[in-house]
C-alpha cells in the first residue's frame, strides 16, 4: 500500500508489521520523526516526542510481528482442534455412528470452538416478544450466532428461531485483499416484519488475523467524522484513496461476487425496510462485532441515511473494543443517542476485549455512550464512559489472587446455575473444563459469549430511557 492509498483522510496512522525489521524498530526507540519510518504510514512530517508513546508502537510492532508469523500455523491447528472437539461433541450427545465418523464442515450441525463452548441455540421462550428484554435477548444470541458458518446460521434462524433468513455476508477488505468481515441479516417474519437484525461477527478463536486487527491501533481521522480505528474501517469497506463514497461498485465477475460489507448490508436494508414498513431494525455484535456494528451505523449517519436510521430501534453491542476519539464519540452520540437512547454497549466481568486498544496509543481511543456492565454475579451498572475506560489490568499480588477468587467463583457459579436455573443455563463439557483450568490460569475462558448471555437473560432489564 502506498501513501496515496489514503488520502481520503487528513491526518492517520496505519502501521505496517510487515516492513518493520530491527532498523525500523530500534528508529522508533531512538527518534520522534516517526514519518520517516518505514514501519508507520503517516505524514513525513509526523513527530511523537512522548517516549512512552513511541514505546507502546514498538511493543504494538512486535506483538503484531508475532502474531502475523503465527496465523497461518495457528488457523491449521485451530482447524484440526474445532474438527476434534465436533467429532467429541457428536460422540458424547449421540447424534449416531454415520456423523460420528467424520464431521461435516459443511454440515449446519457443525459448529465453531464457540459454539461448542455454549451449544445454546434456541431462543429463552420465557422472554415474550413483548418484553422488555426481548431485543437485548435476541441481539446477544445472534452474535453469538454469527460466529458460525452460513449453513448453521440458516438452520437455527429457520427451524429453531422460526424468523426469516434473509442473507448471509462473507465480505471484501480491500486493503487487506482477504475476506475479513462476516454478518447475516433476518426477520421475524417473511411477510410484515415487525423486525429486522443484523448481527456482526467477532473474532474467532483461532483467528490470529483478526485478532492482530484488535490490538493494531491504527486510526484515520475522517472529515466531519473523527479518528476512526483503521482495522475495523477497513473490514467494513472502505475504498483506496475515497475513503467512504456514497456509492462503490462491488467486484463482479468472480465466484463468489466480493462484496463490501457497509455497502452490501446497507442497500439489502434499504430493500428490507421498503418492504416491511413498520418494522424496526437492530444491529448487534460481539467484541469486533460490536465495534463493526457500532461504525456500521456511524457511517449510516455519515451518509445521512435518514430512512435507515429513522427505523433504528437499537444498537446492542457485547464486550465492544474501543473505535474512535472524542470526536467520533460525539458524532455517534449526536446521531444516535438524541433524542433516545440506541447504543447499549453491553461489557461483562473482566473481559478485556473492551479494554483495546490501549490509551498509550498516538491517538486516544476512548468509550462512549452508555456502559451497561454485569460483574460476575450478573449485577447490573450503568456506567457513562467518557474520556474512556479506567478499568486496567494489573500484575498486583492482590489481582493474582482475585482472579483466582473469581474463576473459582465462575467455576461454582457455572455449576450452581444449571441445578438451580434449569437445562438452558447448564454448562457443557468444554466450558466447565476451561473453567477447571482457569484457576491455574485465570482468564481462559476469555471474551466468552456463554456469560453475556447468561447476564442479559439473568441480570436487570436495560434501561432505556436514559
Known amino acids: 500500500m ?24 530500534l528508529h522508533l526507540l531512538v527518534s520522534p520523526k516517526v514519518g520517516r519510518n518505514k514501519a508507520v504510514d503517516c505524514f513525513t512530517s509526523t513527530e511523537i516526542r512522548s517516549f512512552r508513546r513511541r514505546v507502546a508502537i514498538f511493543l504494538n510492532l512486535l506483538l503484531q510481528i508475532l502474531l502475523l508469523s ?29 456423523t460420528m465418523k467424520y464431521p461435516d464442515r459443511s454440515s449446519p450441525t457443525y459448529r465453531s470452538v464457540t459454539g461448542l463452548i455454549d451449544r445454546r441455540v434456541d431462543l429463552d421462550r420465557s422472554v415474550k416478544p413483548t418484553d422488555t428484554r426481548f431485543d437485548a435477548a435476541l441481539c446477544v444470541m445472534a452474535s453469538k450466532l454469527a460466529y458460525e458458518s452460513e449453513a448453521f446460521v440458516r438452520n437455527v434462524v429457520t427451524r429453531h428461531w422460526k424468523m426469516e433468513f434473509v442473507r448471509f455476508y462473507n465480505c471484501w477488505n480491500e486493503f487487506q485483499n482477504a475476506y475479513t468481515a462476516q454478518a447475516f441479516v433476518f426477520s421475524d417474519k417473511p411477510a410484515e416484519a415487525d423486525l429486522i437484525v ?58 463468489p461476487q466480493k462484496v463490501y460489507a457497509y455497502y452490501a448490508i446497507r442497500d439489502t436494508l434499504h430493500e428490507l425496510l421498503e418492504a416491511h414498513r413498520n418494522a424496526r431494525l437492530l444491529v448487534t455484535g460481539h467484541g469486533s462485532g460490536g465495534a463493526l456494528a457500532v461504525l456500521f451505523c456511524a457511517i449510516l449517519a455519515y451518509h445521512k441515511e435518514k430512512a435507515v ?49 490501549d490509551d498509550r496509543s498516538a491517538v486516544h481511543f476512548l468509550h462512549f455512550g452508555l456502559r451497561l456492565h454485569y460483574d460476575t454475579s450478573y449485577k447490573l451498572k450503568v456506567l457513562t464512559d467518557i474520556p474512556g475506560d479506567a478499568t486496567s ?26 441445578l438451580t436455573r434449569g437445562a438452558y443455563f447448564r454448562e457443557g463439557w ?12 485465570p482468564g481462559l475462558p476469555f471474551h466468552r459469549v456463554q456469560d453475556y448471555v447468561n447476564a442479559i437473560l439473568l441480570g436487570a432489564c436495560i434501561p432505556k430511557d436514559n
Open 2 to 25: 502506498s501513501k496515496l492509498d489514503y488520502c481520503f483522510s487528513n491526518d492517520y496512522m496505519v502501521l505496517r508489521p510487515d516492513r518493520a525489521g530491527p532498523v525500523q524498530l
Open 70 to 98: 503465527l496465523t497461518g500455523p495457528l488457523a491449521a491447528l485451530g482447524a484440526a482442534v474445532e474438527f476434534a472437539l465436533n467429532l467429541v461433541d457428536n460422540i458424547l450427545h449421540g447424534h449416531g455412528r454415520k
Open 198 to 255: 443484523v448481527a456482526f461477527r467477532g473474532t474467532k478463536v483461532f483467528d490470529l488475523a483478526r485478532w492482530r486487527a484488535d490490538v493494531d491501533p491504527s486510526w484515520y481521522k475522517i472529515p466531519r467524522l473523527g479518528c476512526a480505528h483503521a482495522a475495523y474501517t477497513h473490514a467494513l469497506g472502505a475504498q483506496r484513496n475515497v475513503g467512504w463514497p456514497k456509492w462503490v461498485e462491488h467486484i463482479k465477475g468472480k465466484k
Open 309 to 357: 436510521l429513522d427505523r433504528l430501534a437499537g444498537v446492542y453491542t457485547f464486550a465492544q473494543p474501543r473505535v474512535g476519539d472524542a470526536m467520533l464519540a460525539m458524532f455517534v452520540e449526536r446521531n444516535l443517542d438524541r433524542p433516545r437512547k440506541r447504543h447499549f454497549r453491553v461489557t461483562y466481568g473482566h473481559d478485556a476485549m473492551p479494554r483495546l486498544p
Open 393 to 418: 489490568s494489573s500484575s498486583s499480588p492482590l489481582h493474582f489472587v482475585t482472579n483466582r477468587i473469581n474463576s473459582a467463583w465462575e467455576l461454582g457459579r457455572g455449576l450452581h446455575l444449571g
Open 430 to 441: 468444554l466450558l466447565l473444563m476451561m473453567r477447571v483450568l482457569a484457576l491455574a490460569m
